[in-house]
């Protein structure tokens, strides 16, 4: 049986379960516990055994940005690296995402680790991956007229750091918030499909390619994501 701990406060008795929560749109209003089947939480979510039982990791409200929020995702190739690396991470890490949206110069995911290896490994390395094909793909490419303002400035961000041998592409940090509540889950979800329309990019949610809106409208998106 999976570890839970009660938490109690004068507005609201919950579990929080210490195993990855995968959120259903299931809502309930009292607390109730089946040792067979389900978590309930009261007035937030139902979560099947089933499911969580197929996660090893929490779920994980994340965000990695260029330094100086310099838009180097405005170029199709870069965008692609950025494809390529997750997917890789998927397919050989375990890294399981359940909504994205790559904007021109940061991500948001939700994500999760199906592996003993914690989000924050996974993401060390995808962001050390990238940034050495990025800058490898920026220092040669004759096409790109703000190539010598960029490179100058991810130099300079990586001058002052011992561990950086060259330029710095990201931010330190991914900001990770823990998601648990069906309701906390539903304003991410809608917070990363929604960065494209606030940005005036498109009209709808599921217009803007690079994004898991296109797979939670119905359609095959770039990424394989777990729609919840």
Same mark, same amino acid.
């Given at each position: 049986?999976?570890?839970f701990q009660r938490i109690y406060n004068p507005l609201v008795f919950c579990i929080r379960i210490f195993s990855?929560?995968? @959120? +259903? $749109?299931? %809502?309930?209003? =009292?607390?109730? &516990?089946?040792?067979? *089947? ?80 914690? @989000? +924050? $490994?996974? %993401?060390?390395? =995808?962001?050390? &991956?990238?940034?050495? *094909? ?59 499909h929604n960065n494209p329309v606030k940005q005036e990019i498109v009209a709808r949610q599921e217009d803007y ?20």
């Amino acid at each position: 049986m999976r570890r839970f701990q009660r938490i109690y406060n004068p507005l609201v008795f919950c579990i929080r379960i210490f195993s990855p929560l995968v @959120v +259903s $749109d299931r %809502l309930k209003t =009292f607390v109730s &516990f089946d040792f067979n *089947r389900t978590f309930i939480l009261s007035n937030q979510i139902s979560i099947s055994m089933d499911t969580a039982n197929r996660v090893l990791d929490e779920l994980y409200f994340v965000t990695s940005t260029v330094v100086d929020w310099i838009d180097i995702f405005t170029r199709p190739k870069y965008k692609h690296i950025i494809l390529e690396s997750l997917a890789y991470c998927q397919e050989k890490k375990g890294l399981r995402i359940y909504a994205w949206v790559l904007m021109s110069n940061h991500l948001h995911m939700i994500v999760s680790s199906g592996t003993e290896a914690t @989000v +924050s $490994d996974i %993401l060390r390395d =995808f962001k050390k &991956f990238t940034s050495k *094909r990025i800058m490898a793909e920026l220092e040669t490419d004759p096409q790109e007229s703000r190539r010598e303002w960029m490179l100058d400035r991810f130099r300079f961000a990586g001058a002052n750091d011992k561990k950086i041998s060259k330029y710095r592409f990201w931010q330190e940090g991914n900001h990770p918030e823990l998601i648990y509540l069906h309701d906390f889950f539903l304003q991410k979800l809608n917070y990363i499909h929604n960065n494209p329309v606030k940005q005036e990019i498109v009209a709808r949610q599921e217009d803007y390619l690079y994004s898991s809106a296109v797979s939670y409208a119905g359609d095959k998106g770039l990424l394989e994501v777990i729609l919840v």
